[in-house]
């Protein structure tokens, strides 16, 4: 079965550095999301991604994210001047339409970063 | 900013029995998702809920819609140990996310 896959599983950064995640989704779908989850606490939505351009975006996806589709395969979630906040699991997810035409979201597996 | 409660935040039952896990979210939205997360591990998506009166089922997972009251409710049947997760609503085109729903399923 098809699966989303995020590298690397695990990142560690120093405060400041910028970093890039990695995600390959699927590969015959459309839409593609980032969450991030700090350590024993909730889910936050980051970004939507369709059609080469943000969708939808959080309050949390302010100037410090991009994301990029580089190459028609790859989604990447750049985070530029990491903070010791930012430490948390990040995970992809893509679908193959729009989720309201009741398609379910895969997820990767997440990359933890840890920044020190 | 759109508020999501969940609760119970930590429920054990026993197998066999039946139990509700409620979603209330804070402003009109059209649109709810319910995800299950086993410790340590990514996401699952179960339900998209995007009608009042919605009903979605699956195994002995029931997901429900009530858009005027802003509630969503998770009803777990005869619940087996395999069901043992955290589960999460999330609301909206933002997908603000609830809590969560730490579920233990006691032989």
């Known amino acids: 079965e098809p699966e989303v896959t995020q590298t690397p599983s695990h990142q560690v950064t120093q405060m400041g550095q910028e970093v890039i995640l990695r995600c390959v989704p699927i590969?015959?779908?459309?839409?593609f999301y980032w969450y991030r989850q700090i350590l024993g606490q909730k889910v936050e939505f980051l970004v939507s991604?369709?059609?080469?351009?943000?969708?939808?975006k959080s309050e949390i996806f302010d100037d410090q994210f991009s994301v990029e589709r580089p190459d028609g395969s790859n989604f990447t979630l750049k985070i530029r001047s990491t903070k010791l906040e930012d430490s948390a699991m990040y995970f992809c997810?893509?679908?193959?339409?729009?989720?309201?035409?009741?398609?379910?979201?895969?997820f990767g597996d997440g990359t933890r970063l840890s920044i020190l | 900013e759109l508020k999501v409660e969940q609760n119970p935040l930590f429920l054990s039952m026993q197998e066999g029995k039946n139990y509700t896990i409620y979603c209330n979210y804070s402003?009109?939205?059209?649109?709810l998702y319910w995800y299950r997360q086993d410790p340590g591990k990514s996401l699952e998506s179960l339900f998209v809920?995007?009608?009042?009166?919605a009903v979605k089922q699956e195994g002995r997972l029931m997901a429900s819609l009530d858009t005027k009251a802003r509630l969503s409710t998770l009803h777990i049947t005869a619940a087996v140990h395999d069901l043992s997760a955290t589960y999460f609503c999330?609301?909206?085109?933002?997908?603000?996310f609830g809590t969560g729903t730490s579920l233990t399923v006691i032989p």
């Open positions: 997810a893509s679908s193959p339409l729009e989720t309201a035409t009741y398609q379910p979201q895969h």
């Open positions: 590969s015959n779908h459309l839409y």
């Open positions: 991604f369709y059609n080469n351009e943000i969708s939808e």
């Open positions: 402003t009109t939205s059209d649109r």
């Open positions: 809920l995007l009608s009042n009166g």
């Open positions: 999330a609301v909206g085109h933002q997908f603000y």
